[in-house]
């Protein structure tokens, strides 16, 4: 169906910067950080009230670049399939916002920002950021854009967690919520896998303590990482019915080269992710995912309580990253406290990768959730639901 | 039960060299290898006809060190648990046998044995080894020691592999086997996780291309290799049980120093390795490990054929690593060939560990299976079963 295959066109990063004194933030470990630029883009156009936006919140390594192309690029944004005229998030209905994360390395202040106290890049002394701290910027950037209360918040994974946090610290700015393939804690597990990947990158005599910029990056760790991760974002059955066993076409000579398909995509995965992504910032947002803790002291029938905001919560069967009982603990939690929260466990066999994959099933939920969500609001204009 | 705590008392590990022409091996890749060194150890007596013995095999980083104590030092061998007077290897009914493997770094010929051609460490100038190479190793052990037939071939995880190669490679010298929490063949998340850990060695500098002997090991690499093993080890639950989110008492000031116990459990199973393992031995065993695949062309009801030993084949609930549909394969491919085959599934939270952790139901496993083995064989002696 053509109208769902479009894509939004040319789109361009735009860029805000907290331009009102006390021009810094407090972030939840005590420290300041300041000035905080955020790049965003946007999809779709606001209606006259500003009640149909919907900020989308990305993963680990994602960035503000969404959906759409920028000029040039071959590779559209990394939730195209997700956001577009007639797609789950309706461009031709809704105006749609992603920004990058601070502490990330596309735009947004983060570890390879120029600290302007010392005039170089922050490195190791750019603070510890969480996931509120996150949120806490994002909400400026939401007031800057004159949105008094968006329409939804989604995201898969740690976009999720923004999701699940946005819930708490502003019930009063969200109609509704949609957090996917996520957890209102990280596990030890989870905190595990990172952990493995932040000591490969520190391994990496190139890591130099995080001072590495003009320098060569610590490119082998960082790949070590990757790949790790992408072990994880996959399932035993998605990588079996991938590579098989089969060998490379091309067996290297050398002993402990490519043997496998799998070993050779686990390689281009690490060696691609090296060219656009920061090493200190996968260090940075690494643990701001471990930290997140939504309890935060709570019993699980606090956690949401007074939350008007209607939710979606959805999980994929074959996710052992962020398996379905911790989606089924977010929906216990929202029940507890009286939310109004449904959810969807997708029978997938993409694993974790499946928030991006799982495309269909994922549209049609979504869609119909958010006309849920727009039944008798009176907040939007009328032609627009 | 006193009878079930003790210990082998003091033990040595034994050495034995192919002496006989041409003291040298045909490995599965073509090349040769000799002369070859198996370190050894054994515990209990051989009976008249040696029809008592049990071959233990171990697994990634284990040794011939099975059982009982070395002098002076305080820890015993790996399965000790299970091996010892009235334990699940009964060492007074019982001559139990465990070596080293070919490639491994305890005192059996591998990548850090001097090179006769060279009188310089192997390094990569060591052939690929495969399964198959480290069961025909051990097979001219056997024949040394003068036994005809094994009572039985034991062994999870890669020891598992080892004991269905026997199955396969020598069925007339078994009269039964335990393959426990292991795999027909390797799938491509095993080898992924494996490559991890390969990647994570090479991409140390200190590895400088497997020539570091004399010199300093490549001790980062290989922990992050074993931190990302210890994590496939364990179980989510496990995980949350052992470590829940707890923070290190004493927090370190610096970023990215160990915050979770969870972190500071596997940067110390990760430094502890270093101390005793060899990072090429690491290379090649892993790479045996993803090369393993018993069909080798054949079809599931062919592998076995003609086997004529009892098989026990034991996994566990909650091990992802080798989950428990590879196990149930094994069963398949025995019954499909007429073998006569019991599948125990126990219900442990330790995932694959639990091999070496649920001590209690593998011992009553393993007991019973040897009785009903024992029953009706003529080779022991009356007073042995």
Known sequence: MTECSESIETVETKYFTFANPPNELALESGEKLGPITLAYETYGKPNKQKSNAVLVLHALSGDAHAAGFHKGDKNPGWWDVMIGPGKGLDTEKYFVICSNVIGGCKG?????????????????????????????????????????????????????????????????????????????????????????????????????????????????????????????????????EKFGRRFTVNKQPLKFGVDFEVEQYLRYRGDNFVKRFDANSYLYITKANDYFNIFNGKNINEIFKGLKAKVLVIAFKSDWLYPAYQSQEIVRACKLAGVDATYCEINSTYGHDAFLLEVEEETLLIKHFLKTVLNGYEGLDKNDA
Do not use: C
Request: charged share 15%.
């Open 108 to 240: 947004s202040t983060g570890p390879s920002s120029i600290n302007p106290k010392t005039n170089k890049p922050y490195a190791l002394e750019f603070p510890i950021i969480t996931i509120k701290d996150m949120v806490n910027a994002q909400r400026h950037l939401i007031d800057h854009l004159g949105i008094e209360k968006l329409l939804t918040v989604v995201g898969g994974s740690m976009g999720g967690m923004q999701v699940l946090q946005w819930m708490v610290s502003y019930p009063d700015k969200i109609l509704s919520a949609i957090p996917v393939a996520t957890a209102l804690k990280h596990t030890p597990q989870q905190i595990a896998f990172d952990e493995v990947g932040r000591q490969a990158i520190m391994a990496d005599p190139d890591w130099k303590n995080g001072n590495y910029y003009g320098d060569l990056p610590p490119a082998k760790g960082l790949a070590v990482a990757r790949m790790v991760g992408h072990i994880t974002y996959m399932s035993d059955v998605s990588m079996t």
